[in-house]
């Protein structure tokens, strides 16, 4: 017959049982989920590498928020020194260069007003559609994904551009949403655009892309 203690040792409590095995430091740590989509070469948000990790670490250090991949981010290329640079002197440049955009769309995330860029890129989409009816099924999405008050991804848009909207939707076109999509931009250019280029993840990311070209 075991002793009181031993019985106590054998008996695992419903507590106990419930817990997640405790890793002993000789045991090998889990593998971390791989990062889908990587579309932008290693200097983008969508994939990892030593690059990504250093920009990370300049985050947290700046008690800036850690982000998760981006989700469809657009295909590109790796930004020159000379274009992240010129990204600084005009919002116009910065929003016509796709790796622009992607770096822009990253920091958005950061301010939770990713929703803005996300529709602006959806009206784009939308002024080089021609076909009638992807037009309609395009026009109606983007009404229901950042017009609708009932979307968690509303834009600020003010009554004015409202209300022309709803009276264009009444006939979509590939220009129902030219209006808002000014308002969001000149949104954009104005408020979120002045802390990107005061940011940390901007400052790293010039002294990284200009370390790599220094390199090669």
């Excluded at 250093?54 to 928020?65: G, M």
């Excluded at 990713?114 to 026009?139: R, T």
């Excluded at 790293?204 to 370390?211: G, V």
Aim: proline letters at 7%; one cysteine or more.
């Amino acid at each position: 017959m075991p002793t009181a203690d031993e019985a106590g040792k054998q008996h695992t409590g419903p507590e106990e049982a419930d817990r997640p095995p405790s890793m002993s430091r000789n045991d090998p740590a889990p593998l971390a989920p791989s990062r889908p989509n990587a579309c932008c070469f290693c200097w983008c948000c969508c994939c990892s590498c030593s690059w990504n990790e250093d920009r990370q670490r300049a985050w947290k250090t700046s008690r800036e928020t850690r982000l998760e991949t981006i989700p469809n981010c657009e295909t590109c290329t790796k930004p020159s020194p000379e274009e992240v640079q010129s990204w600084a002197k005009s919002f116009d440049k910065l929003m016509k260069n796709p790796a622009g955009r992607n770096v822009f769309r990253e920091f958005l995330r950061t301010e939770y007003s990713e929703e803005n860029m996300l529709f602006w890129l959806a009206c784009e989409e939308l002024k080089g559609e021609g076909n009638k009816q992807a037009i309609d099924e395009k026009a109606r999405l983007i009404y229901e994904d950042y017009i609708s008050i009932l979307s968690p991804k509303e834009v600020s848009l003010d009554s004015r551009v409202r209300e022309v909207i709803n009276k264009k939707m009444q006939e979509p076109s590939s220009h129902t949403f030219d209006d808002a999509q000014l308002q969001i931009y000149t949104l954009m250019h104005r408020d979120s655009y002045p802390r990107f280029l005061n940011s940390a993840f901007y400052k790293a990311l010039l002294l990284n892309t200009s370390r790599s070209s220094s390199e090669s």
